[in-house]
């Protein structure tokens, strides 16, 4: 009863016109403030062409650029945490996911996952960002700062996208510079536990060249002893529009990562540091002309891992050093043409190389350990058919595609859907999809409990859904209904023991609501809730979850703030306690000069004790500030 009644108050404090923000710059028109999500809005994630979002059958959820901006978060995917029904990100501390043990930042879409994350595919401008040896992002590469917006796909995207893409996929879209001169912006901002995050951003364009790059810097005591973090982090983007009809751009994303695990609060750990290193590079060329557009993309990442795995009191230091150096290279290509009116037909080809090396490195390198030196290729060809009919009032999608691993073999891949405008303000959907994920590298070969002789996670997605427009599109809602029933899921037969085999099952099911309404220009509340019931339990995938949030500015003051609500959250496989949390964050925002900001957030102003991590408390209320510079 408590925990409703405060979940209660921190909503009505959240949804007041007192307790609101938008974008910091208080001089912005009215207008750029309203991030209400449209039905026409044009989507680059759920179908290779742009498309808009009425004729998607897939449910998507779109992050804007303001929204990024107000959340004064150097990383992306607390923000996709609250804001996107569906999926939740754990988290360990203030600052840092961390990597191998004690690691947080697995990711989760309906309760498909994983731990580490290998069932939800992260895109950077459409180009995947898994590891060659390990198959799972890294949450800490992910910044803010280069994110125009973010679309994320919630349920299977394998027929495009392939492995990985179970679960749903989060594409996060770079900036672009879209006016001809240049611009900047800097900030900087400091907090509880020695927090610390200062980064720089310009663009550039003249004619048909365009440039943006940016740089950060992050560091953090950590709010326990040994949880240090820092952080380095660069990105650079080129474009050349080579005629009407033809683009071209090249990128670099690099960062460096140093962390510290603590280990749980009853089992510390000592050294237990790690050295990571990640890149990406890519190179596109895109079409588009009246009746068709396409691309070829070609990507390549990178990325090297030093640990030192530490040790408990009392023990010994280990004398080796687990090092690592992974690569992923491939190709995307796809085509779409409109063959008649209403028809879209996109054909596309993937391929994709990953692999790398892996050794317990001894001081004495003829003692060295080598796990792993091997790489891996996968192809695969796709076939995606839209048609709008009945006076473009339906949309009916079908899709195919064959995925071929070099070990697994082939796979194919189905998808049917259906969307039906009865109004302009009314969309209805339906689809079924396929979701499919192959055994990584580390499950295959890597420690134990690797088998060589995995096959692939496969699963059925089942879904209803409801968008509808209010008062002049004020007022947006979605309704979500799916089904989920998998097998062939990658566990041991009981925790910690045995091999990794195919006898996991999956059955979920829930729904799904949101909810956007710009009640004046500069004011704006939105709500998003979902329900995930589990057949079969689910660490880290909660059952309820819960975000209010409301943005008010006024002159050169805004203020906004968010109430989250997780109900019933597995956080152990050997316990049946399932976490309970509200967690109410704050931001306030003072535009002193046409080109200067200040800025203040606190975040868990409850002091909520909880754990996300079994045996990593979450810090408690903590506060930051810092300013804004606009060039």
């Not at 240090?228 to 990128?251: L, P």
């Not at 969309?427 to 890597?446: C, D, H, Q, W």
């Not at 900001?597 to 606190?602: A, D, E, R």
Request: with cysteine; proline share 5%.
């Amino acid at each position: 009863m408590y925990k409703i009644t405060l979940l209660l108050y921190c909503i009505v404090l959240s949804a007041s016109p007192l307790a609101a923000g938008n974008s910091y710059s208080g001089n912005e028109p009215a207008e750029a403030l309203n991030d209400t999500i449209r039905l026409d809005e044009v989507i680059v994630t759920g179908t290779m062409p742009k498309v808009n979002l009425r004729n998607l059958p897939i449910s998507i959820s779109v992050i804007s650029g303001n929204q990024i901006e107000e959340r004064i978060q150097p990383n992306i995917l607390p923000l996709l945490t609250e804001e996107v029904p569906g999926l939740f990100i754990t988290q360990r501390g203030v600052m840092g996911y961390g990597v191998a043990n004690g690691a947080a930042g697995g990711m989760s879409m309906r309760g498909i996952g994983g731990a580490p994350t290998t069932g939800v595919l992260v895109l950077i401008d459409g180009h995947p960002q898994y590891m060659g040896l390990m198959g799972h992002p890294l949450a800490d590469s992910y910044q803010s700062m280069m994110t125009e917006r973010v679309e994320v796909v919630r349920g299977p995207a394998s027929v495009l996208y392939g492995s990985n893409a179970m679960g749903g996929v989060i594409n996060i879209i770079t900036k672009k510079q879209q006016r001809d001169g240049s611009h900047g912006m800097a900030q900087v901002m400091y907090g509880s536990y020695n927090t610390l995050n200062a980064e720089a951003y310009t663009g550039w364009k003249k004619e048909r060249l365009h440039l943006v790059g940016n740089i950060g810097y992050s560091r953090s005591d950590g709010h326990r002893e040994n949880m240090d973090f820092e952080q380095w982090n660069g990105y650079a983007k080129v474009g050349y529009d080579i005629s009407r009809h033809w683009k071209s751009f090249a990128d670099l994303n690099i960062s460096n990562t140093e962390s510290s695990n603590p280990g749980m609060v009853t089992a510390p750990m000592i050294d237990n540091d790690a050295d990571i290193t990640r890149g990406m590079t890519s190179l596109a060329v895109e079409n588009e002309y009246a009746n068709t557009s396409g691309a070829v993309k070609l990507f390549y990442n990178f990325g090297t891992h030093r640990i030192n795995d530490g040790y408990a009191e009392g023990e010994q230091p280990r004398p080796f050093r687990f090092n690592s150096s992974d690569r992923m290279a491939g190709v995307s290509l796809y085509q779409s043409y409109s063959f008649f009116t209403g028809n879209k037909t996109t054909a596309g080809f993937d391929y994709q190389h990953f692999g790398g090396e892996a050794k317990n490195k001894f001081p004495d390198e003829s003692d060295n350990v080598q796990l792993a030196d091997t790489s891996l290729y996968n192809m695969a060809g796709y076939l995606n058919l839209q048609q709008t009919i009945l006076n473009n009032k339906l949309t009916l999608n079908a899709g195919i595609r064959l995925d071929h691993h070099q070990i697994n073999g082939s796979e194919w891949i189905p998808q049917l859907g259906a969307s039906f405008t009865p109004s302009a303000t009314t969309v209805l959907k339906a689809i079924v999809s396929k979701g499919f994920r192959n055994p990584t590298i580390r499950e295959m070969y890597m420690f134990p409990p690797q088998n060589p002789d995995l096959k692939a996670e496969r699963l059925m997605n089942y879904e209803v859904s409801l968008l509808q427009m209010l008062m002049d599109n004020r007022l947006s809602l979605g309704v979500n209904l799916f089904y989920i029933k998998g097998d062939n899921m990658i566990q041991q037969p009981q925790p910690n023991m045995g091999q990794w085999v195919n006898i996991g099952e999956v059955e979920n099911k829930g729904f799904e609501l949101s909810a956007s309404y710009q009640a004046m220009p500069n004011l704006r509340f939105s709500a998003n809730y979902s329900y995930l019931n589990m057949t079969y339990k689910i660490l880290t995938a909660p059952e309820h979850k819960l975000y209010v949030s409301g943005s008010y500015t006024k002159g050169p003051w805004g203020i906004s703030s968010g109430v989250q609500y997780i109900g019933n959250i597995y956080t152990s496989p050997s316990d049946t306690r399932q976490e309970t949390f509200v967690l109410w964050n704050v931001r306030a925002n003072y535009q002193l000069l046409d080109w200067l900001n200040l800025f203040i957030k606190g975040e868990n102003l409850l002091d909520q004790k909880y754990e996300i991590n079994v045996g990593y408390p979450m810090p408690g209320a903590t506060l930051f500030g810092g300013v804004r510079v606009k060039i």
